[in-house]
């Protein structure tokens, strides 16, 4: 039997468009990432794809995403789970700062480390600070020892890959049909995961804004194929994630 799973980086972002560090922090859609879901979600319809479950994280971004997505496919009732464990990497004191502001002080070179580096952590947050999400009503149900106040990609990782197996895998396994709203790291830490990624070749991976990833995988959740679908139906297969 396969399995076809469909991950969903948010549409672009005020952030993205102004080369923003965003982490957690809560940001609106462009017009252009508005644009993105609507086709996202029209071309998810055409194809004839049907889900039984949604898992979002709980940034506005995603769950905009997710709701356009559903709106454009005509699903009403869809069951959701929503976890901060699905967040964007938590980005600590370089949230709401430009790249290249950051780049004039730090360098170019720990810039791009900070964004696409395996285990480098950004300067982490006060917990006096507002933008530590302990001090985020959102939030206030979680222990603020497992709250981050700064993150690299493996911690990331290390929160997003025992949600996958614990709630998402089972979903799966069951027959379900899923699909997973979230943000460009937290979809990398997946990807890594489910395919075996090295840590050197995570570094070149990104992922596009509001166009649906998909994976096909054997019973044993291996990948079998991935593409990425695009307008009428038109399946872009990747074979290798190249450096961008």
């Known amino acids: 039997m396969t399995h076809k799973l469909v991950l969903i ?9 102004q080369k923003v560090f965003c982490g957690w922090t809560d940001v609106d859609l462009t017009e252009q990432g508005i644009k993105e879901a609507e086709s996202a979600g029209q071309n998810l319809k055409k194809a004839g794809y049907v889900f039984d479950i949604a898992f979002c994280s709980v940034l506005k971004r995603a769950i905009e995403t997710l709701s356009i997505v559903l709106d454009e496919m005509g699903v009403e009732k869809l069951p959701i789970e929503y976890s901060w ?16 502001d950051v780049a004039k002080v730090c360098g170019v070179d720990q810039v791009q480390k900070w964004r696409r580096s395996f285990c480098e952590r ?49 979903q799966i396994k069951a027959g379900r049909r899923v699909i997973v709203a979230a943000s460009g790291n937290s979809l990398r830490s997946l990807v890594k995961y489910i395919d075996n990624i090295s840590d050197d070749d995570i570094v070149g991976l990104e992922i596009k804004t509001g166009t649906p990833l998909v994976y096909e995988l054997d019973d044993n959740l291996k990948p079998i ?8 139906g038109v399946e872009e297969p990747i074979e290798l994630f190249k450096k961008g």
């Open 9 to 17: 980086r948010h549409g672009q972002t005020i952030y993205n468009q």
């Open 85 to 100: 464990k699905l967040n964007e990497r938590h980005y600590g004191d370089l949230q709401g700062k430009k790249h290249e």
């Open 122 to 170: 950004p300067p982490l947050l006060l917990e006096t600070d507002p933008r530590n999400p302990c001090n985020d009503e959102k939030y206030c149900d979680i222990d603020k020892k497992d709250l981050p106040c700064g993150e690299s990609l493996e911690d990331t990782i290390k929160r997003v890959t025992p949600y996958w197996e614990n709630e998402i895998v089972p």
């Open 225 to 232: 194929r991935k593409y990425y679908l695009l307008d009428n």
